[in-house]
């Protein structure tokens, strides 16, 4: 609208009078377009599924033989023979990652918004048969500036704590690290990085 302003074009909407334009045309229209194509078949593709079921029992009503709604992923068949949903197949967005074709709201996508959002945070714990005997630590993306060696240090109290705490399967002991780390993180950023666990025995 205002490329067309620049061009003295006077624009005109439901703002300044009472109307509405739609790229979609109503029953009149559609009435009038299946009487000039007289189609053996509607098969709508567009919009809500409940405006496809509409325009699907809309286009029976107006004498159109045969009508057919499907969704996103129906491979349908249109011919010969009544026309028929005949299978489902993988569909939605794909991104090619390198060299690889990935569904948009996968598992590694989702993980990577995580890692962007989040950061991410390392832990490695050093258990001897006595116990608890060091912890390093590393991060990446996770909004700390300043004050990095005390966020370090309270993050390595934390991975201790969880260590030394009652004794555990070593699940069960990785998920009590993780989590006791990732409440210091929080409570520094509000933020939930993604805290990976490695545990090593001397």
Known sequence: ??????????????????????????????????????????????????????QARFALERGVPGALVQENGDLCRLAPGPAQIVERVRSG??????????????????????????????VAVVLSDKGFVDSAIQYRGVPVEDDRDEFLGEMNEAAEQAATGKAR?????????????RRVATDWTGKKPVVDVLIVDI
């Open 1 to 54: 609208m205002n490329q067309l302003a620049a061009k003295d074009v006077l624009t005109v909407t439901e703002k300044q009078a009472h109307i509405h334009v739609s790229g979609h045309p109503g029953q009149p229209e559609l009435a009038a377009l299946y009487g000039w194509l007289r189609p053996k078949l509607v098969l709508p593709v567009h919009g809500e599924i409940r405006h496809m079921h509409e």
């Open 93 to 122: 967005r794909l991104i090619l990652d390198g060299d690889v074709i990935l569904p948009a709201d996968g598992e590694t996508i989702n993980e990577r918004r995580k890692l962007a959002l989040n950061g991410q945070i390392s």
């Open 169 to 181: 399967d070593r699940d069960a002991l990785k998920e009590a690290i993780r989590l006791g780390v």
